[in-house]
């Protein structure tokens, strides 16, 4: 059964809209599914009391991929074939995402990763966008923090090896900072759901770095951060927008403040539009959006403008409208979709204070 627009099941019918979303409400990246469901859940409830597309209500039909590829590419399929949704929205970890876009390339319908940043993900074809910035971007924007705002010299990096996202980060941040003339002393791996690190810690306090490179999802990296303490590591961690999430501050306690992650959007960020949207869902879900539900929300406004402008519900009268997507008003900024269906947009930095994030500065593309 579909899930009604605001929650609740009915049943498909002719005058529903059905858009589908995969993500992970379960297992080692939970909360990026639940803030996301959250973020696409306000926008629909939004544009139905605003009247609803071509004359229907939309209504969305979430599946849980358990933080699995394989999962992931199971439920996309599902909602090809027995929901027949007109847009799928998700998956937040581009390992995810790549598993999702290969099956909704193959079935031409139109699926739009609200935050999957690895470039290889629109890569699949030209039904699958993103409303994000890309990899390439968010790792020249820590090297360049940790250059010249930092001014460290030699900083170590420690990869999640089962992520594609880590991976190419880590190669991005390598490529950026040396480019800069920083020096990286070594480069660590684990894999997602390991949870001693000790091994690798060691080895790199005797490569004395000045900063440690961790680009890697926040249940990894809280308990990374309290166990470098603990092997006597005092330097600052870096990493990416897969830190950010509420539960960082608990796994990570004290060991993770004074930290720094790139990320898409700043819960600081003074302009009205982005105030209006943290108090309206502080009000429903209590506590403060993160980036996922951001640009969950920012996905699915995308995706309802792009329904309201297409000439029908076809697959390639969809992906059309949305590829037009130019100047759209987000949450986490203005997106344009270029022509390899990437929103270009700025990043910012942000500081772990206690409990919560510090905005640092902001990196134009
Ligand atoms: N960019 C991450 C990825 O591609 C996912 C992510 C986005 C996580 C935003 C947190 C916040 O895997």
Known sequence: QPAAPGGGNVPASGDVILLGQVGALTGGQATFGISTRNGIEMALKEANAAGGVKGKKLAIRVYDNQS?????????????TQDKVAIILGDVASSNSLAMAEKAQAAGVPMITPSSTNTTVTQKGDYIFRVCFIDPFQGYVMAKFAREDLK??????????????????????????????GKITTTESYSQGDTDYRAQLTAIRKTQPDGIYVPGYYSEVGVIARQAREVGLKVPLMGGDGWDSE????????????????????????????????????????????????????????AIEALK????????????????????????GTITLDDKRNAVKSAVVLKVGDGKTEYVTTVNP
């Open 68 to 80: 699995k590829p394989e999962e992931a590419a199971q439920a996309t399929t599902r909602l090809i």
């Open 247 to 302: 539960k960082l501050f608990e796994l990570g306690g004290s060991a993770i403040q004074g930290s720094y992650f790139s990320n898409h959007y700043s819960p600081d960020n003074p302009d009205p539009r982005v105030q209006k949207f943290i108090s309206e869902y502080k009000a429903t879900y209590g506590g403060v959006p993160d980036a996922l539900a951001a640009l969950g929300y920012d996905a699915a406004r995308v």
């Open 309 to 332: 402008r297409s000439k029908d519900l076809s697959g390639p009268a969809v992906r059309d409208a949305i590829a037009q997507t130019k100047d759209f008003p987000g949450v986490a």
């Open 152 to 181: 460290l010299n030699k900083v170590a990096v420690l990869q999640d090896n089962k992520s594609a996202y880590s991976i190419d980060l880590s190669d991005v941040f390598t490529r950026k900072f040396t480019e800069m003339g």
